[in-house]
């Protein structure tokens, strides 16, 4: 079958860094999301992946390794607006997205 | 330029009562689809359409309907509500749903619908 699993809760410091992972299980491969959603609101895309490697996009940075089918998000210099829901969402051979069911991240300061 | 508009925001039911979801977008997406969140679960997806004309089930789409008679709008409706559909819905959007890298969601604000 298939399956996204993602820490269900995960908790850092102001200023730290933090990292959430997730690993997938799809038929097929067409890619992995990451999503971020704070409480009460829609989820906004933060990246994607498809190649083995890690992407950088400011403080936000995300990896993926195909052969052990896991990805991380990485987080620098956390600010308490990062407190939020990350999603994680890999994509099937049919381009339809497997959703994981999230991983809230609570900021201390 | 709006995104995806989603009403209603808030809704309560009576179990076997019937509505309907608006959404609406104004980005020319061809793709459109609507998902259920409940708490510990991802997020699951009801129906999606691929363009005007054209619908399709997704992952648990009993006891909703949903047509696409626009390219701009995809209405969800219930058909005889239930507690179990007590829920947050979403809808959201892309540009083209059979290219990966173009599949990135936009998402609107949601509506939180409860059953009674």
């Known amino acids: 079958g298939q399956n996204i699993d993602q820490p269900t809760e995960m908790t850092a410091t102001e200023g730290a860094i933090v990292q959430i992972n997730c690993t997938y299980q799809?038929?097929?491969?067409?890619?992995l999301f990451w999503y971020q959603q704070h409480a009460g609101e829609a989820p906004t895309f933060l990246s994607y992946n498809v190649l083995d490697g890690l992407e950088e996009k400011g403080r936000f940075s995300s990896f993926l390794s195909r052969s052990k089918g896991y990805s991380y998000l990485l987080l620098k210099e956390l600010q308490m607006k990062d407190s939020a829901s990350y999603l994680c969402?890999?994509?099937?051979?049919?381009?339809?997205?497997?959703w994981g069911a999230g991983t809230k991240l609570i900021i201390k300061p | 330029n709006a995104g995806v508009t989603q009403t209603p925001k808030f809704q309560v039911l009576k179990t076997g009562q019937s509505m309907t979801l608006q959404c609406a977008q104004d980005m020319n997406h061809e793709y459109m689809s609507w998902y259920r969140q409940d708490p510990g679960m991802g997020l699951r997806l009801i129906h999606y359409s691929v363009g005007a004309g054209i619908t399709d089930q997704g992952e648990v789409p009993n006891g909703y309907n949903v047509s696409r008679s626009t390219t701009e709008d995809f209405p969800l409706r219930l058909l005889s509500a239930a507690p179990s559909q007590t829920s947050v819905y979403f809808c959201?959007?892309?540009?083209?749903?059979?290219?990966?890298?173009?599949?990135?969601?936009?998402f609107g604000a949601g509506s939180r619908l409860t059953v009674l």
């Open positions: 799809t038929s097929g491969f067409n890619g």
């Open positions: 959201a959007s892309s540009y083209d749903s059979s290219s990966s890298g173009a599949n990135v969601l936009t």
């Open positions: 969402a890999g994509m099937d051979s049919n381009y339809q997205l497997i």
